[in-house]
């Protein structure tokens, strides 16, 4: 496999790509169709400290590998990207070839603002490209608009306001992006209800003694990879259907469990923590205690 590399600014970005040069030196719009994919770049990782927000309208069917899979774009889609992420192009393509646009802007861009602090719960931006989102022909003209009054701002003389206004464009754009995701949470509904389903297998297997004592708990990274999702996409769903996350949901099951054995067994408090993979039973006592309002002690004498 060939070297990863690593692009810190929105000029080394737009070098890399043989693009044009930047107008300004903290956010970008590049039209695809202007962009090629030359042989020598086949299997290089990028890994950009920059966000990054594309719409592919039309793609020349090309593989693009994105953590551990590959992904044909050839339907279009839109997809976001967070500082750090690598992504791998497999097949080459001449310029043409595509058609839409990237929005790439810097971490300094939005450094102190609000949109500083939320950015991070746009879970989006670590959602695998298995999960990118769809969108309509109102939709995709709703986000051209907005993109294209970026560009129009960073492309005119940059003033005192113009900072402000490239945020306001950006937060509005990510907000619209994400009601768009939650009209795709709703509108696959039948999808969603066959995940969840495969969640509670995954959760009934995983959460016996014999596993919980060999592995211990298992992470929402490791459910998440064993229903081919990311970490963030299982989240998000879970939230949009049970109004929990994936943690809250675990630790529902535990704890019935933990009450069933409180109620049919001699077992300590501490050998029933490490029964269910708690490595520390007092970080098991408080969890049963904020959930349920009594100790585990409490608990079993209570309805004993």
């Not at 929105?10 to 962009?35: C, G, Q, R, W």
Request: charged share 25%; aromatic share 10%; net charge negative.
């Amino acid at each position: 496999m060939k070297d990863i590399v690593n692009l810190s600014t929105v000029s080394e970005l737009m070098d890399f790509y043989a693009s044009k040069k930047p107008l300004h030196p903290l956010i970008a719009v590049v039209d695809l169709a202007e962009v090629g994919i030359p042989e020598s770049m086949l299997g290089v990782g990028v890994n950009a400290a920059l966000y990054s927000i594309t719409m592919k309208v039309k793609t020349p069917g090309i593989k693009v590998k994105y953590g551990r899979t590959n992904i044909d774009f050839a339907e279009g889609c839109l997809y976001g990207l967070s500082p750090g992420q690598v992504m791998r192009v497999e097949e080459s393509a001449d310029v043409g070839e595509f058609e839409g646009w990237t929005l790439f802007f810097h971490p300094d861009l939005v450094s102190g603002s609000e949109l500083a602090h939320k950015i991070k719960g746009y879970g989006f931006f670590s959602y695998e490209t298995n999960e990118a989102l769809h969108l309509s022909v109102r939709e995709k003209e709703t986000l051209n608009e907005i993109v294209r009054r970026i560009k129009e701002e960073y492309s005119s003389n940059i003033d005192e306001h113009s900072r402000e206004v490239l945020i306001s464009s950006i937060s509005l754009m990510l907000n619209y992006i994400q009601r768009y995701y939650n009209r795709q949470f709703l509108t696959r509904k039948s999808t969603n209800t066959n995940i969840l389903q495969k969640f509670e297998r995954k959760l009934d297997e995983l959460l016996n003694p014999e596993y919980l004592k060999e592995k211990g708990l298992p992470t929402v990274s490791f459910l998440a990879a064993e229903l081919n999702l990311s970490p963030s996409y299982l989240t998000d769903l879970m939230k949009r259907e049970t109004g929990k996350n994936v943690q809250e949901v675990m630790h529902y099951h535990l704890l019935e469990q933990a009450k069933n054995l409180l109620l049919s067994s001699d077992m300590t408090i501490a050998e029933i923590s490490y029964e269910l993979g708690f490595e520390y039973p007092p970080y098991f006592s408080r969890l049963f205690k904020k959930k349920t309002g009594m100790t585990p002690s409490a608990y079993r004498m209570s309805v004993n």
